[in-house]
């Protein structure tokens, strides 16, 4: 059982965008896929119930201390959405199931100083302190054409103490997807083959660290 951690202490950076895009490639692929969704909206859990019946379904359950011991042996992937705001205590439940942590970052100052403020907690966390628990960043929201977000990539990859692992362009079909209780994975046309291609480090990422 693979366990994608996806945490951030900023509210908005879209940590639930990673949790079900991600859910969507797995389950196309092949895997059985769950999402634990710790955030207190719970909009995970919203977009996994909306899931149509002609795409593969996601299981999907509220977090909880307890809440692996709920899921069924044959689930394959777990991606644990977790609230903004969170510290070491609030991610305790996971952190010893969690075989990799993804932080996503917004191109803003006032993302970045956050963002290195939790980058820090994460340090001392001793599986991460270890190198036992890779983390890794993703760069998100971003418009690659402009200076600002190619700024804010250099200006993270330079003071971060993890590396940039992805960076996902600006888009609202991510919007417009999520509102369907779909992702860009449950598509094969050319109109998505972009934004599919914009996660291939980022899965090799998380298949080599994990």
């Not at 996806?6 to 965008?17: D, I, L, N, W, Y």
């Not at 992805?166 to 449950?186: C, M, P």
Request: glycine share 6%; charged share 25%; with cysteine.
């Amino acid at each position: 059982m693979l366990t994608t951690l996806v945490a951030s202490s900023k509210g908005g950076c879209g940590k639930t965008t990673l949790v079900t895009q991600l859910a969507t490639h797995w389950v196309q692929a092949g895997k059985h896929t769950a999402i634990v969704d710790a955030d207190r909206q719970h909009s995970s859990l919203k977009w996994a119930r909306r899931r149509p019946e002609n795409v593969p379904a996601v299981t999907a359950i509220e977090g909880s201390r307890k809440a692996f011991d709920r899921l069924s042996d044959d689930i394959q992937r777990v991606i644990v959405d977790t609230p903004a705001g969170v510290d070491e205590k609030d991610l305790e439940p996971y952190l010893e199931r969690a075989d990799v942590i993804l932080v996503p970052v917004l191109p803003s100052q006032f993302d970045l100083d956050a963002t290195l403020d939790f980058l820090s907690l994460l340090k001392r966390i001793p599986r991460v302190k270890r190198g036992k628990l890779p983390v890794g960043l993703v760069g998100n929201r971003l418009k690659p054409w402009t200076n600002a977000s190619q700024a804010a990539v250099s200006d993270l990859a330079e003071r971060a103490p993890f590396p940039v692992i992805a960076e996902l362009r600006d888009s609202q079909a991510y919007v417009l997807l999520t509102a369907l209780g779909k992702g860009i994975f449950d598509y094969h046309s050319e109109n998505v083959r972009g934004h599919q291609d914009d996660w291939t480090k980022l899965l090799r990422w998380i298949k080599r660290s994990g």
